[in-house]
């Protein structure tokens, strides 16, 4: 055996000694290596767990580029020791874990000239989560969600639009085939409006197309049904290369004739955009400004102009409160004037893209951008309740969420085409991921 070999050896058995100078190896002399070429791998980071038993769960993490990987693992009472060496698989199970303990893991690559620093540790708690009630997995990706007015159907964008039975996911038809951005329901839930890059499309629920109205050089951020389905309310925003401005328009939802443009206040092409629940009130996130239309007979419109740029909005249902994601954290402001109230979360890691607050505005759902979990708030005192593991690697990142309309349930949908359906009220208990 190699003098480096004992040396790979030695680090495996004797981790913690080693950490007291830095966690890595020294540089073999000429001639102890197996291989001449030196490698230095990055530290391998934990994306996923999941929770297989109250004794058993799955660590997954991203390549190590065919680096074997070692794991090492601490509890409440116990030091860091190695669980697991010259693992090659992009996951482990580990099948001795207590449910009455909280435990931290973190991961290393070897290659052969060195071995890498540790990652960033990964902290894992026993705990209650919202019950799964369903859950369907599709071939295509999923995208924008869209309730009826009684929450019976559910749609997203598949590959076109897929209205699904809300009791039943697995029941579902097709209406259109075109891949889309946004999609809404009209109020009396005998339309669904989906726009996409340079168009927009009204359907009827069997598949007939009403209406398919040209909006060129634009995709269809948003839209929505307004004034009891007499309007079509369209945030626009530009192709890459043919100009930054934004556009808000309206259209007759039953001609699609526009009936005004509104993009005066729109300097820059929207960040972000919400309606609230009464349907009365949007608002649109644009660069250092928010701007809020009002709806009633006419649409009036101001501006919050605030300095600060959101990425993602949600709005209360009488649009008297919103909260907004910027700068990594999420807060709660005052629609009317734009003032903070509070900070619901400040240690963001990245950025909250997908935000849904629940019909009686007492629950915030929030996830980060390329995240697998989905954080629940209270929002009156800005606290976390819990952390859902909503995906996986194997079914993609978070790309939507939405309470359903009686806010009893809500729905994650993920990059990967998997939805998943949870209860408000009712908890189950699973391994989660805190860090």
């Not at 090659?88 to 893991?105: E, L, R």
């Not at 690559?109 to 071995?115: E, K, R």
């Not at 559910?154 to 076109?160: L, M, S, V």
């Not at 389905?229 to 192709?239: A, C, I, T």
Request: charged share 15%.
């Amino acid at each position: 055996m190699s003098l480096w070999s004992i040396k790979k050896i030695i680090y495996l058995v004797f981790p913690l000694v080693l950490a007291q100078i830095g966690c890595k190896l020294p540089f073999p002399s000429e001639g102890e290596q197996d291989s001449p070429l030196q490698t230095f791998p990055l530290p391998p980071t934990v994306s996923t767990v999941e929770s297989i038993s109250e004794t058993s769960l799955k660590l997954s993490w991203g390549s190590a580029y065919g680096y074997p990987v070692f794991i090492q693992r601490s509890d409440t009472v116990h030091p860091f020791a190695t669980i697991a060496f010259d693992t090659v698989t992009s996951y482990f199970i580990d099948s001795t874990v207590n449910k009455n303990f909280v435990y931290t893991y973190r991961l290393a690559a070897v290659g052969s000239g060195d071995t890498s620093s540790f990652s960033e540790p990964t902290i894992i708690k026993y705990a209650a989560t919202n019950k799964l009630i369903q859950q369907i997995q599709n071939y295509y990706g999923m995208s924008a969600i869209a309730f009826s007015d009684n929450s019976s159907l559910i749609a997203t964008i598949e590959n076109g639009i897929v209205i699904r039975n809300y009791s039943d996911l697995s029941v579902y038809s097709k209406i259109d085939t075109w891949s889309g951005i946004s999609i809404d329901f009209s109020n009396d839930g005998s339309m669904i409006a989906m726009g996409y890059s340079s168009a927009f499309t009204f359907n009827t629920l069997n598949a007939s197309q009403i209406l398919n109205i040209n909006v060129d050089s634009s995709f269809v951020q948003k839209l929505w049904f307004i004034n009891s389905d007499r309007q079509l309310f369209g945030v626009l925003q530009p192709m890459s290369g043919r100009g930054q401005y934004g556009s808000a328009f309206l259209w007759d939802a039953k001609t699609g004739t526009m009936v005004r443009h509104i993009d005066s206040l729109l300097d820059i092409y929207p960040n972000a955009s919400t309606i609230s629940g009464d349907r009365k009130t949007i608002l649109l996130g644009v660069q250092n400004q928010t701007i809020k239309f009002t709806i009633d007979t006419s649409i009036i419109s101001s501006v919050l102009d605030k300095g600060t740029t959101f990425y993602s909005l949600a709005l209360t249902g009488n649009g008297e409160h919103f909260i907004g994601s910027e700068s990594e954290q999420i807060s709660y402001y005052t629609t009317s004037s734009g003032a903070q109230i509070r900070t619901i979360d400040k240690n963001l890691y990245v950025d909250a893209y997908y935000l849904a607050i629940s019909p009686d505005d007492s629950l915030l759902l929030a996830s980060d951008y390329l995240s697998y979990q989905v954080r629940v708030y209270n929002i009156a005192t800005g606290a976390l309740i819990r952390i859902i593991n909503a995906s996986n690697n194997s079914t993609g990142y978070v790309s939507g969420l939405q309470f359903s309309n009686d806010g009893q349930s809500f729905i994650v949908i993920s990059g990967y085409g998997m939805m998943s359906k949870y209860s408000r009220s009712e908890l189950s208990y699973s391994w989660q991921k805190l860090k």
